[in-house]
């Protein structure tokens, strides 16, 4: 696969591709943020990259090998992002978000600043992360308190996590529930407020 760059595709400078990808039409990648002209921050996209049309990704990203976004994927500044990680059309990150080896976001997920999410780490489609208990406090703009997935946990579609919560390893929110507190490592849990279901292991699996 060549490096090849649509004609429509804006590239800005600091931009470097390790190797070979596909910049899809109107994507615009190493956009400086506000009040930042980008000249002297780097934004590096490993090789084998797929960045489908529309895609915004902001300046001082650091980005690994078989990167994939769907359409209108937006992916402000300054995150760090491993290998073979899928980010899809609609999904939001928001800025100093770490994202491990193999991370999938599915459409129109929201990954806000500060969060982690370790190798594997799942977010179905529309799924929410958050990291500011009190919107409109200026406490909480500048000490937000981030969301911490495990490796390979999971989250279903519409699910909501609060604030702080971390996701223990190999652990599985059900689609729809609403996180308030910690969830052990290998469980399952549900419901608004998400409660304990049953240990991983004894899930269904064909």
């Known amino acids: 696969?060549?490096?090849?760059?649509?004609?429509?595709?804006i590239i800005h400078d600091g931009v470097v591709f390790e190797g070979d990808a596909i910049v899809e039409d109107w994507c615009i990648i190493g956009n400086p943020p506000m009040g930042n002209d980008?000249?002297?921050?780097?934004t590096v996209i490993g090789d084998g990259a797929i960045i489908r049309s529309h895609t915004i990704i902001y300046s001082g990203n650091h980005i690994g090998k078989n990167f994939r976004t769907g359409n209108k994927a937006n992916i402000r500044e300054n995150n760090t992002i491993g290998n073979d990680v899928s980010i899809g059309t609609n999904a939001v990150v928001?800025?100093?978000?770490?994202?491990?080896?193999?991370?999938?976001?599915?459409?129109?997920?929201?990954v806000p600043e500060?969060?982690?999410l370790e190798e594997g780490a799942w977010l179905g489609p529309n799924a929410v992360l958050t990291n500011t208990r009190y919107p409109l406090s200026q406490?909480?703009?500048t000490s937000p308190h981030p969301v911490h997935m495990g490796k390979e946990a999971i989250v279903g579609a519409n699910a909501t996590i609060l604030p702080g919560v971390h996701l223990g390893k190999n652990s599985i929110v059900g689609a729809g529930s609403v996180v308030t507190h910690n969830v052990e490592s290998c469980s399952v849990v549900a419901g608004n407020p998400a409660v304990f279901i049953k240990n991983k292991e004894d899930l269904p699996y064909e």
């Open 38 to 42: 980008g000249s002297k921050v780097s």
């Open 114 to 116: 500060y969060c982690v």
């Open 139 to 141: 406490k909480d703009k």
């Open 94 to 110: 928001e800025h100093h978000v770490t994202l491990q080896n193999g991370v999938r976001l599915h459409s129109q997920s929201y």
């Open 1 to 9: 696969m060549p490096l090849k760059i649509a004609s429509t595709a």
